[in-house]
C-alpha cells in the first residue's frame, strides 16, 4: 500500500516538472563520457595494481566518482516512470510498453550509427583467426546487441518490468531482497572471487560476458536494485534521515576506502562492483529527490529540458566518437593519446560540444517528415 503521505505528494507534483532531476541527469552523461575516453590498452602502466598508494589514491577516487554516473540514471529513469504509473495505475503496463519501446528505437538508431565499429570488430577477428572471440562476440551481439554501452537499455527495460510486476508491499520486499542478493553475488563474482563461470567454450563464455558483463562497468545483476531503489522512492517518498547530506561525503570517502583496500591487497576491483555503492547512491538520491525548487524561471525549465536530451544524446554518441577517433590515429601508427594521456581532455570538450551542437540539429531536422527518425537519437 502507498503511504497517504506518497499519494498526497504525488496528487501536489502530478503536473509539475523538476529541472533538478534533468540537470543531474546531464552531469551524470558528463561522467560516463569521461569514464570512456581513454583508448584501449593507454591506462595499462597506470590502472594496476602494484603501484604507490598516491596513485592508488587517485584511481580509487577516480574510480568511485565515476561509478555513481550509471546508477543515478537506473534511479531516476525508473523514477520518472513509477511515479507516472502510481498516478495511473490501471494503465501500468501502456507506459512501460510505451518507455521499452522508446529504448527499443534508441537502441536500433545508435546501433545502425555503430554498425561501421560492429563489422570492423568483426572482420577484425575473421582476419586474424581468432574463432573463439568472434563466436563469442556473436553470443553478446545476440542478447544486447553491439557490445557498447546497449547493456543499460537491457537492463533498464528488464528492470522496469520485473519492478512493474510488483504491485504489493510482500512483493516489493521480495523483489527488493532478490535484488540485493544479486548485486552482493555480481559483487562477489565480478570483483572479489570470480568464482563463478559456466564454462570456457565461446558459446558460455559470451552468455556469461552478457550477464556479468566484464568488459564494461555494470549489468542488470547490479542494476535491478537501483531501478527497484527508484520505485521505492515512489511509493515512500524521500526518508527524512536526519544528517543525510553529510552522510554523502563520508560515504564518498569511505568507497574510496573499499576500493583503495582492496587494490592495496591485489584484488582489482571493476568499478560499479563494490558494496558500498548502492548505500552512497540511497543516500545521495534521497537528497536529490528532497531537494524543492521555489519559483523555478521558465529559462530554467528550458535550460535543464535541453540538457537532458543532450545528456541522452551524448551516453550513446560519445562511443562512436571516441571509437572512430582513436581508429584514425591507430591506423597512422601514431595514437598521441597513448602517450600523453593528459591531452583526453581536448577531445572530450569537443565531444561535448558536437553534442550541444548536433542534438538540436537532430531535433530540428527530425520535424521534417522524412527525418523523423533523427528523434530516437536523444
Known amino acids: ?36 575516453i581513454f583508448p584501449e590498452g593507454s591506462t595499462e602502466a597506470t590502472v594496476g595494481i602494484n603501484q604507490d598508494v598516491v596513485t592508488l589514491i587517485g ?61 570492423r570488430d568483426i572482420t577484425g577477428f575473421i582476419s586474424s583467426g581468432d574463432t573463439y572471440n568472434l563466436v563469442r ?22 528492470g ?61 545483476l547490479q542494476a535491478l536494485i537501483f531501478i527497484v531503489l527508484g520505485k521505492i522512492f515512489v511509493l515512500h517518498g524521500t526518508f527524512k534521515i536526519k544528517g543525510n547530506i553529510f552522510y554523502i561525503p563520508v560515504l564518498f570517502i569511505l568507497m574510496i576506502g573499499e576500493l583503495f583496500i582492496t587494490k592495496y591487497v591485489g584484488i582489482n576491483v571493476y568499478p560499479n562492483y563494490f558494496f558500498l555503492l ?20 521558465e529559462r530554467l525549465i528550458n535550460i535543464s529540458k535541453r540538457l537532458k536530451k543532450i545528456g541522452s544524446f551524448s551516453f550513446l554518441f560519445h562511443f562512436q566518437f571516441f571509437y572512430y577517433l582513436h581508429w584514425i590515429f591507430d591506423s597512422i601508427n601514431h595514437n598521441i593519446f597513448r602517450e600523453y594521456i593528459f591531452l583526453l581532455i581536448i577531445p572530450y570538450l569537443v565531444c561535448i560540444l558536437i553534442c550541444f551542437v548536433l542534438q538540436p540539429l537532430c531535433e530540428r531536422l527530425s520535424k521534417h517528415k522524412y527525418l523523423s527518425f533523427l528523434k530516437y537519437s536523444y
Open 1 to 36: 500500500m502507498v503511504s497517504l503521505e506518497a499519494n498526497k505528494n504525488l496528487e501536489n507534483k502530478k503536473d509539475k516538472y523538476n529541472p533538478v532531476l534533468d540537470i543531474v541527469r546531464f552531469l551524470a552523461a558528463l561522467i560516463i563520457v569521461s569514464i570512456h
Open 137 to 158: 562476440y556473436f553470443v553478446i551481439f545476440l542478447w544486447k546487441g553491439a557490445p557498447r554501452g546497449f547493456f543499460f537499455l537491457q537492463s533498464l527495460a528488464l
Open 160 to 220: 522496469v518490468v520485473l519492478t512493474c510486476l510488483c504491485k504489493t508491499k510482500k512483493s516489493m520486499t521480495l523483489i527488493t531482497i532478490i535484488s540485493i542478493i544479486m548485486y552482493v553475488f555480481a559483487c562477489f563474482n565480478c570483483s572479489y572471487l570470480g568464482v563463478f563461470t559456466l564454462s570456457d567454450d565461446p558459446v558460455s563464455k559470451g552468455i556469461y560476458d552478457s550477464l556479468i558483463y566484464l568488459e564494461t562497468n555494470f549489468s542488470f
Open 59 to 119: 584511481l580509487s577516487f577516480v574510480y568511485a566518482l565515476t561509478s555513481i554516473a550509471v546508477p543515478i540514471f537506473y534511479v531516476i529513469s525508473s523514477y520518472l516512470l513509477f511515479r507516472k504509473i502510481e498516478l495511473d495505475p490501471e494503465n501500468r503496463w501502456k507506459y512501460v510498453g510505451k518507455f521499452c519501446l522508446r529504448l527499443l528505437y534508441f537502441y536500433l538508431f545508435w546501433f545502425i550509427v555503430g554498425l561501421p565499429m560492429t563489422i
Open 278 to 297: 548502492p548505500v552512497f547512491t540511497f543516500f545521495l538520491m534521497n537528497f536529490i529527490f528532497s531537494i524543492n525548487l521555489k519559483n523555478e524561471s
